[in-house]
């Protein structure tokens, strides 16, 4: 259980988020919507802040239509949380699909997802393998050009994965008494793939994280996670 100074520390740090987020977004005020995730996201971003990670939250100033509402990218060694909910009716559309009462948890889980991007890409390891696996290779009937798109899009499944499993960790570790909704949630939104194996099919790891003892209990949230990725990748192939 927090205690009333770690609160204030996390109230704190959530306000300094906030502004950080209206200065990167302009001189607008933020929307409905923007405030929504960000207070949402909050206990995760208080997170990042502690540990000292280097990671600026921006909002996009124009219309977003048709981009994820939340999304990291990586730019000069710096972790850029960036958030796409202007002009972009998904941002709500994501919120009002989060079942009463779930918004704090399955936003923070969102949020959690991005943070583990964020530290595979601070690590260097983006788009890497455990020691001792190897890339698949010697594709039939493909092109080079072919077989080139397949690695680039199992190499980004795998980092869906993993990232799903941090997200699915930080939930394990704030609200225990969530996670059996919050990964019915993360479960039923990547129910419906367009392709097996697909850049965001993850759902080998969701299956096998549906057993929270399949996580570690040492170490960061990031460390938790390692082992049941590693179990995805073998049985994900």
Known sequence: ?????????????????????????????????????????????????????????????????????????????????????????????????????????????ITAHELGHCWRHLGQTWGTLPTGMAELSGFSQVTAEQAALLQDMWRTRREEGFADLVGLAWTLQHHPQHYAAVHAWLAQERAEQPVDTGPHDTRVWIRLARDTTAFGHAGSVFDRVAALWQAGLVAGF
Do not use: K
């Not at 207070?39 to 124009?62: D, K, N, S, Y």
């Open 1 to 109: 259980m927090w205690t009333r100074w770690r609160a204030g520390m996390a109230a704190a740090l959530a306000s300094a988020c906030l502004a950080c987020a209206a200065t990167e977004a302009g001189s607008d005020m933020l929307s409905a919507t923007e405030l929504a995730w960000l207070r949402a996201a909050a206990p995760v971003l208080a997170f990042a802040r502690a540990e000292a990670l280097p990671l600026r939250v921006v909002l996009q100033p124009q219309d977003t239509l048709g981009q994820t509402p939340m999304g990291m990218a990586f730019i000069e060694g710096r972790c850029v949380l960036v958030l796409s909910m202007r002009g972009n009716p998904e941002a709500q559309a994501t919120l009002d699909r989060m079942p009463p009462g779930l918004r704090g948890p399955v936003v923070e889980a």
